[in-house]
C-alpha cells in the first residue's frame, strides 16, 4: 500500500507534515522531526527583521485545545536562511513559511528563501498578531494578488494558509489557485480568547489568540470539504489532528496531504510514524492500493 503523494510538482514520501509554528526556528528541530517520520517539515512563520513576540502569558490550555498568542516570534530572515542551508544540507524536505506587513514584503522574502526551501507556504491568516497585514487572508483579491506576486517572485510551489471561513471559504481558495498557489493549507487557528473572572481582564498578553487542537477540527474539516467541491489545486489539512482516523477524515474529505501541529505536545514526535501506519493498515483493510485513491471519497454519496 503506498502512502506517497503528490502536492503538484512537490512529492512527498508521506502525507504527514509538521505544521508551521511547532519546532520550526533551529535546523536541528526540523531535521528531528523529519527523521521522526514526516513527510516535510515547515518552518516557523518568517518576517524581514527578528521579532520577539508577545510577553507572557501566551498560551491556555483549554483542555480541547489551546489558545496561544505568541506573536510571531522568530529570528528573522537572515538567521533563518543560516538555519534553512543546514536543512537542506539534509535533504529534508521543507517549506518555509513567510508573513509580512504588506505584499512587497512578502515578495522580498519570496526572493531570498526561494533557493533554501522546497516551498512556501504564505501565512496570510494569523489571528495572534495585530496589524501586520494578515486581514489579507479573509478578502479574496488580496489574497488572489498577494499569491500571484510571490509567485512571480517564487522558483518554488507557493502554498496559500488560510483561516477557517466556512462561508467564504470557496472564495478565498479559488482566489489562491487563480493566484497561481500550488497548493492551499486549509486552515490556520481561528480567533479566540478568554478572561480572567478574578481580575476580570483578557489572559492573554495580545488579548486574541489562536485557537488550535480538537476544538479547531470541525471547523478546518468543513473548509476542506467545501473547498474540495471547486479547486483543481491540492489541499493541504490542518487542525486538531491527533490519530490516523482524523488524518483520514480529512484525505475523505479532500486533503492529499495533512498538517500536524498541536497533538505533538500530548503525543509526542512518534504520531508521524503512528499516523502513517495507521492509514497503511487503513488502505489494507479497504483494499486501496494507495493514498490518492482515498482523497474526496466522501463526497461520493
Same mark, same amino acid.
Given at each position: ?38 513527510? &516535510? ?95 489579507? #487572508? ?71 489568540? #489562536?485557537?488550535?487542537?480538537? &476544538? ?18 491540492? @489541499? @493541504? ?9 482524523? &488524518?483520514?477524515?480529512? @484525505? ?50
Amino acid at each position: 500500500m503506498s502512502i506517497n503523494v503528490s502536492l503538484g510538482a512537490l512529492s512527498l514520501r508521506n502525507p504527514t507534515i509538521l505544521a508551521s509554528g511547532i519546532l520550526g526556528t533551529t535546523a536541528s528541530s526540523l531535521i528531528r522531526v523529519y527523521k521522526s517520520g514526516a513527510g &516535510a517539515v515547515v518552518s516557523k512563520s518568517i518576517s524581514i527583521n527578528p521579532n520577539e513576540g508577545y510577553k507572557t502569558p501566551v498560551l491556555i490550555d483549554l483542555g480541547y485545545g489551546y489558545i496561544n498568542s505568541m506573536g510571531l516570534p522568530n529570528p528573522g530572515l537572515d538567521e533563518m536562511i543560516v538555519e534553512f542551508k543546514v536543512v537542506k544540507s539534509k535533504k529534508v524536505k521543507l517549506f518555509g513559511s513567510i508573513f509580512a506587513s504588506d505584499i512587497d514584503e512578502f515578495k522580498y522574502l519570496a526572493s531570498k528563501l526561494t533557493d533554501y526551501v522546497d516551498a512556501l507556504e504564505l501565512n496570510l491568516s494569523c489571528p495572534t498578531k495585530m496589524g501586520v497585514g494578515l486581514e489579507i #487572508g479573509k478578502i479574496p483579491w488580496m489574497v488572489e494578488e498577494t499569491t500571484r506576486e510571490v509567485y512571480k517572485k517564487s522558483k518554488v510551489p507557493v502554498i496559500v494558509k488560510l483561516p477557517p471561513l466556512v462561508t467564504l471559504i470557496d472564495e478565498l481558495t479559488l482566489a489562491a489557485e487563480d493566484g497561481g498557489a500550488s497548493a492551499v493549507t486549509l486552515t490556520n487557528t481561528a480567533k479566540a480568547m478568554k478572561i480572567d473572572v478574578f481580575s476580570k481582564k483578557p489572559i492573554l498578553q495580545g488579548v486574541y489568540g #489562536g485557537l488550535s487542537g480538537k &476544538a479547531l477540527k470541525p471547523l478546518s474539516l468543513a473548509c476542506v470539504f467545501k473547498a474540495y467541491e471547486v479547486l483543481s489545486i491540492p @489541499i @493541504i489539512g490542518c487542525g486538531g489532528i491527533y490519530s490516523w482516523e482524523d &488524518a483520514v477524515e480529512y @484525505i475523505l474529505a479532500g486533503a492529499k496531504a495533512i498538517q500536524i501541529g498541536s497533538a505533538i505536545v500530548s503525543e509526542g514526535l512518534g504520531i508521524f510514524k503512528k499516523i502513517c501506519i495507521g492509514i497503511k493498515k487503513y488502505l489494507e483493510e479497504n483494499n486501496i492500493d494507495k493514498i490518492n485513491d482515498l482523497v474526496g471519497l466522501a463526497h461520493r454519496r
